[in-house]
C-alpha cells in the first residue's frame, strides 16, 4: 500500500470510525450473534490474490459489526466502561503509523522517555506518592493490562521475600498471597502463573456489609501461614472492587505487611484513575505511607483506549531484577551506562508499542479539567440513577456508590433476576451484567462511556423497569 | 472530541503519517537523542487545560521524531524487521475505533470468531498441521509477542508435567526446561517467571558450525535430570534463532521430547512466517510430527505490525486448564454452553484489544500473493546483500542464510568490529545490531523492512565498506 494509497483508505477508515460513533445507538448494544454465525460469514480459505481495502471495509459492515457488543454505546453499562476517545484513538493511531519498538531505550529513545514523563504526570494528577515517580526509586510502566501489573507486581513480590531465589532456582517451599473474595481474578491467576499455586493464593475475609477485606482476619492468616513455615510474599488491597466497587482498608492492611516485610500491592484498576478529582483522593488513603506497587488503568474509565494500565512500584529494583535478562544482541552503551530506563525489564514480553503516545494524546486534549469532568460526569450520572433505583420500591440499592457503578436488585430470587437480566441484554437496549454479593445476584450498572447522557441513564432505568413489570 | 472533529484530525493523522512514510529516509534512521533529551523537551507537568490536537501533532515532530529509532526506515537492518504496512496500521486503527473487548466470546462474538478464522488461515497459508486447527483439538490465538507465547506454553506445559498440580499447590520439587544457548532470552523468562527458576532452565549443547541444538546431549541432559529425580516440562526448539537464524533439528528433538512425554514448544517468531513461500516449507520438517505449540510473529516480517504474535497448540486443553479461573461477573450462557472459545484462557492478561482486525486487513490486501513475494524479496536482497560480503576478502560471510538476515564480519578484532558497527550506526545512514558467535563479534544485517530495495542493500554495502576503509 503506497503512501497514497494509505493516506485514500485512512481517509475512509477515519470516517467509516466517526460515521459509526455518530450512529452507535442505531446497533444493538449486545450483539446478537449466535456462537459461529460470524465465523460461518467468512470464507475458511485465505485469499490467493490481494483485495482492495473497500472489501474489507464492507465485509466489516457486513459481519463483523453484526457480531460486535457495542462498548463505546452511550447504553453499554455492562462489566466497567472501556472508554475509547478520539485522542485515545489517534494516540494508537499514531503509534501504529511510526511502528518502533521500545524493548530498550536504545531502540526508541523518545518511546521510553514520552512513557516516564506521561507516568509521572498521571502520578501528579492522581495525588499519587512522590516515591512512586521515576526520579526517585520508583518509577511507573505502562502494562497492557492490570492482570499484567499484577503479575509482575507479584514477581517482584516473589523476587524480594525470597531473596532472589525463586529466579535463579525456581520455587521451593511455600510462598503465600492474599486476597479476598472480591479480589479480581488475576491475582489468583498471576499465584498460578508463578508458581506459588491457587492454594497458596489465601482468601482473607471480608466484611460482609461492605465486602471489604478484614485486617484482623489477614493478620491471623499470615501469622498461622509463617507458623506453618510458609513465607508471604504479597498483600492485594483493592481500591474499588470489580463485583461492587468496595475499598479495602488499606491503612489497616499496609500496617500488618510492613509488621512482616510483605509487599503491599494496590489494584485501583478501575477506580484509580477517580483520583483524578481532588474529593475523592480519599481513597487512596494510606496508599502513600504503605504500598509497594499501585496499579490503574486508563483505559478503563480515563478515556484511553485498550490497551493502557499503568503500574507504579515504590522501588524498581526488586521488579527489574525479577525481570531483566541480557542477551548479548540487546547489549548497547546506554543501558550499559546506567542512565536510561529499559522498560523491557518492567514488562513481561520484551517487545512493546509506544503506547505512551495516546496517553499523552489524551491528557493533553482534555487537560486536567477535562479528565475531572468525565469522571465528575459518570458519577454523577450513577448518582441520578441510584436515585431511581431507591424510590422504587420493587427493587433494592446497594450503597454506598462512591463511583460510577451502582448494584441493584428486584427484589426478587436469583433465578428472576438473572431471567431479567438476560431479557434485558436480550432487547438491545442496553446492556448490563450481574454480580453475587452474600447470595444473592445484584444487576451491575456501570456508567461512564464517553457518550453516555443523564437522558441515556434515565432511559435504562425506565427500560428496567419496564422489563421488571413485564416479567 | 466530537465524531467531526476526530473526522478532521483523523484525517490530519493519517496525512501526518502518510507523509512520515513518504520522507521517513530524511531522517537519521537511529535516533541521535541523548539520553534524556526527549524528556528534557518535555513539561515536566500536566496541562490543566485541554490544548488543541494540533499542538501534539506540532511536538510530535519537534520533539519525539528526533528521539525516533525509525524501524520502518529502508535502511534499518537491526534486530529484525517490524513490519508495519498500510492494511495493518488500518486494522489497528480499526480496533481502536471499534474500542471492543474481547476477553470472552460474550463481550463481542466478532473478535473471538475473526481471530479464529484468521488464525486457521495463517496456519493453512504456512502449511502447519491441521491439529493446530481449531476444528480439531488444537486452535491459534494472537499473542502479544513470542515472549508471551512462550510463557503460554510453559505453562500449559508445566500443567501437563504435574498433573495439574503446579496451578492447584506452587511448584514443588525441581522441574526442568531445555534451551540452547542460541534460544530466545524470553524462554529463560517465562521460566524464571513460572517459578521454575533460571538454573532450572537447562542449556543444551549447539553445533559450533551449525549453531543449531545436539538432541544427542539434550537427551543426555534429560536423562542426568529424571536420575536426579526432576521432571522434564518442556523443550524449546527454535526455527530461525534470534542471533543467526539457525534452525534447530526438530525431528530429532521431538523424537526425544516423545520418549519422555516431554513438551516441545517451537519458537518461530522471526522465521516462521517465511513458510508462506512453499519453497520454505521445509524449515518446519518435524513439526507436523512432535510439536505441542508453535509460535511465530506476523509482527516481525509479515506485514502486520506490532502486536500480532500467533502460538497454536496441538491440544488447547492443559494451556486452557493453567489458565482458566472464572469468577462470577465473566460468567455468561455462551461460555457455559461449551459451543465457544473465551480467549482469556489462552493467555495471561483477562482483556484483549481486537487484533485480528489488523492481521485479516494484512491478509486479504496482500493475499497469499503478496505475502509471498514479501518475503522472497527480502530474501532475495539478504542474497545480493551475501553475495556482495562473499566478494570482499576484507570480511567473513556467515553461511547460510536462509532467511533474510545476513551475519558477517570484517576481518579484525572483536573490539574494531563493535567500533565500526557504533561509526556506522552513528552515521544515521543505516543502522544495523550485532551479535558473538564462537566468541566472535559479527555483525548483523536483517532485510525485510517493506520499503527496502535492492538499491538500499546496495548502498548498505558500500557504506560499510567506506566506514571499514575509514576505521
Same mark, same amino acid.
Given at each position: 500500500?503506497?503512501?497514497?494509497?494509505?493516506?485514500?483508505?485512512?481517509?475512509?477508515?477515519?470516517?467509516?470510525?466517526?460515521?459509526?460513533?455518530?450512529?452507535?445507538?442505531?446497533?444493538?448494544?449486545r450483539?446478537?450473534?449466535?456462537?459461529?454465525?460470524?465465523?460461518?460469514?467468512?470464507?475458511?480459505?485465505?485469499?490467493?490474490?490481494?483485495?482492495?481495502?473497500?472489501?474489507? /471495509?464492507?465485509? /466489516?459492515?457486513?459481519?463483523?459489526?453484526?457480531?460486535?457488543?457495542?462498548?463505546?454505546?452511550?447504553?453499554?453499562?455492562?462489566?466497567?466502561?472501556?472508554?475509547?476517545?478520539?485522542?485515545?484513538?489517534?494516540?494508537?493511531?499514531?503509534?501504529?503509523?511510526?511502528?518502533v519498538?521500545?524493548?530498550?531505550?536504545a531502540?526508541?529513545?523518545?518511546?521510553?522517555?514520552?512513557?516516564?514523563?506521561? $507516568?509521572?504526570?498521571?502520578?501528579?494528577?492522581?495525588?499519587l506518592?512522590?516515591?512512586?515517580?521515576?526520579?526517585?526509586?520508583?518509577?511507573?510502566v505502562?502494562?497492557?493490562?492490570?492482570?499484567?501489573?499484577?503479575?509482575?507486581?507479584?514477581?517482584?513480590?516473589?523476587?524480594?521475600?525470597?531473596?532472589?531465589?525463586?529466579?535463579?532456582?525456581?520455587?521451593?517451599?511455600?510462598?503465600?498471597?492474599?486476597?479476598?473474595?472480591?479480589?479480581?481474578?488475576?491475582?489468583?491467576?498471576?499465584?498460578?502463573?508463578?508458581?506459588?499455586?491457587?492454594?497458596?493464593?489465601?482468601?482473607?475475609?471480608?466484611?460482609?456489609?461492605?465486602?471489604?477485606?478484614?485486617?484482623?482476619? /489477614?493478620r491471623?492468616?499470615?501469622?498461622?501461614?509463617?507458623?506453618?513455615?510458609?513465607?508471604?510474599?504479597?498483600?492485594?488491597?483493592?481500591?474499588?472492587?470489580?463485583?461492587?466497587?468496595?475499598?479495602?482498608?488499606?491503612?489497616?492492611?499496609?500496617?500488618?505487611?510492613?509488621?512482616?516485610?510483605?509487599?503491599l500491592?494496590?489494584?485501583?484498576?478501575?477506580?484509580?484513575?477517580?483520583?483524578?478529582c481532588?474529593?475523592?483522593?480519599?481513597?487512596?488513603?494510606?496508599?502513600?505511607?504503605?504500598?509497594?506497587?499501585?496499579?490503574?488503568?486508563?483505559?478503563?474509565?480515563?478515556?484511553?483506549?485498550?490497551?493502557?494500565?499503568?503500574?507504579?512500584?515504590?522501588?524498581?529494583?526488586?521488579?527489574?531484577?525479577?525481570?531483566s535478562?541480557?542477551?548479548?544482541?540487546?547489549?548497547n552503551?546506554?543501558?550499559?551506562?546506567?542512565?536510561?530506563?529499559?522498560?523491557?525489564?518492567?514488562? $513481561?514480553p520484551?517487545?512493546?508499542?509506544?503506547?505512551?503516545?495516546?496517553?499523552?494524546?489524551?491528557?493533553?486534549?482534555?487537560?486536567?479539567?477535562?479528565?475531572?469532568?468525565?469522571?465528575?460526569?459518570?458519577?454523577?450520572?450513577?448518582?441520578?440513577?441510584?436515585?431511581?433505583?431507591?424510590?422504587?420500591?420493587?427493587?433494592?440499592?446497594?450503597?454506598?456508590?462512591?463511583?460510577? /457503578?451502582?448494584?441493584?436488585?428486584?427484589?426478587?430470587?436469583?433465578?428472576?433476576?438473572?431471567?431479567?437480566?438476560?431479557?434485558?441484554?436480550?432487547?438491545?437496549?442496553l446492556?448490563?451484567?450481574?454480580?453475587?454479593?452474600?447470595?444473592?445476584?445484584?444487576?451491575?450498572?456501570?456508567?461512564?462511556?464517553?457518550?453516555?447522557?443523564?437522558?441515556?441513564?434515565?432511559?435504562?432505568?425506565?427500560?428496567?423497569?419496564?422489563?421488571?413489570?413485564?416479567?
Amino acid at each position: 500500500m503506497s503512501p497514497e494509497e494509505f493516506r485514500r483508505y485512512g481517509r475512509q477508515v477515519v470516517d467509516w470510525i466517526a460515521d459509526y460513533l455518530s450512529t452507535i445507538e442505531a446497533h444493538p448494544v449486545r450483539s446478537q450473534a449466535r456462537p459461529g454465525q460470524v465465523r460461518a460469514a467468512l470464507p475458511a480459505h485465505p485469499p490467493e490474490q490481494g483485495e482492495p481495502y473497500e472489501a474489507v /471495509l464492507q465485509d /466489516l459492515s457486513r459481519v463483523i459489526l453484526p457480531g460486535v457488543t457495542h462498548w463505546q454505546h452511550p447504553n453499554f453499562f455492562a462489566y466497567f466502561p472501556a472508554n475509547a476517545s478520539g485522542p485515545g484513538i489517534l494516540g494508537d493511531l499514531l503509534s501504529s503509523g511510526l511502528g518502533v519498538q521500545g524493548m530498550v531505550w536504545a531502540t526508541s529513545p523518545a518511546c521510553t522517555e514520552l512513557e516516564t514523563v506521561v $507516568v509521572d504526570w498521571l502520578a501528579e494528577l492522581l495525588g499519587l506518592p512522590d516515591r512512586f515517580r521515576t526520579d526517585a526509586a520508583g518509577g511507573g510502566v505502562i502494562q497492557d493490562s492490570a492482570s499484567s501489573a499484577s503479575l509482575v507486581a507479584t514477581l517482584a513480590a516473589l523476587h524480594r521475600a525470597s531473596g532472589g531465589k525463586v529466579g535463579a532456582d525456581g520455587i521451593s517451599g511455600r510462598y503465600t498471597m492474599y486476597v479476598s473474595s472480591q479480589t479480581h481474578s488475576s491475582l489468583e491467576k498471576a499465584g498460578r502463573i508463578a508458581g506459588i499455586g491457587a492454594s497458596n493464593v489465601r482468601v482473607v475475609d471480608i466484611d460482609p456489609v461492605t465486602q471489604a477485606m478484614d485486617p484482623v482476619h /489477614l493478620r491471623a492468616l499470615i501469622d498461622a501461614d509463617i507458623s506453618a513455615g510458609a513465607t508471604p510474599a504479597m498483600v492485594c488491597a483493592t481500591i474499588g472492587t470489580t463485583s461492587t466497587t468496595a475499598i479495602d482498608p488499606v491503612a489497616e492492611i499496609g500496617a500488618v505487611c510492613r509488621e512482616h516485610g510483605i509487599w503491599l500491592h494496590i489494584d485501583a484498576a478501575y477506580a484509580g484513575v477517580a483520583a483524578v478529582c481532588p474529593e475523592l483522593r480519599w481513597i487512596n488513603d494510606g496508599v502513600a505511607s504503605y504500598a509497594d506497587s499501585y496499579a490503574t488503568d486508563p483505559h478503563k474509565w480515563l478515556l484511553t483506549n485498550f490497551d493502557c494500565s499503568v503500574l507504579w512500584v515504590s522501588d524498581r529494583q526488586p521488579m527489574i531484577d525479577a525481570l531483566s535478562i541480557l542477551p548479548e544482541y540487546l547489549r548497547n552503551s546506554a543501558t550499559e551506562s546506567g542512565a536510561v530506563i529499559d522498560y523491557r525489564d518492567w514488562q $513481561v514480553p520484551l517487545g512493546r508499542r509506544f503506547r505512551a503516545l495516546k496517553l499523552w494524546s489524551v491528557i493533553r486534549w482534555y487537560g486536567a479539567e477535562g479528565l475531572r469532568e468525565h469522571i465528575q460526569a459518570g458519577i454523577a450520572q450513577a448518582a441520578e440513577f441510584a436515585a431511581l433505583v431507591a424510590a422504587d420500591q420493587d427493587f433494592e440499592l446497594r450503597r454506598p456508590h462512591p463511583f460510577g /457503578l451502582v448494584c441493584f436488585r428486584p427484589l426478587r430470587t436469583n433465578e428472576e433476576t438473572m431471567a431479567l437480566l438476560e431479557r434485558i441484554n436480550d432487547s438491545g437496549e442496553l446492556y448490563l451484567s450481574h454480580t453475587k454479593i452474600n447470595g444473592q445476584v445484584f444487576l451491575r450498572l456501570a456508567v461512564g462511556a464517553l457518550l453516555t447522557t443523564s437522558d441515556h441513564v434515565k432511559n435504562a432505568w425506565a427500560a428496567i423497569q419496564r422489563a421488571n413489570q413485564q416479567l
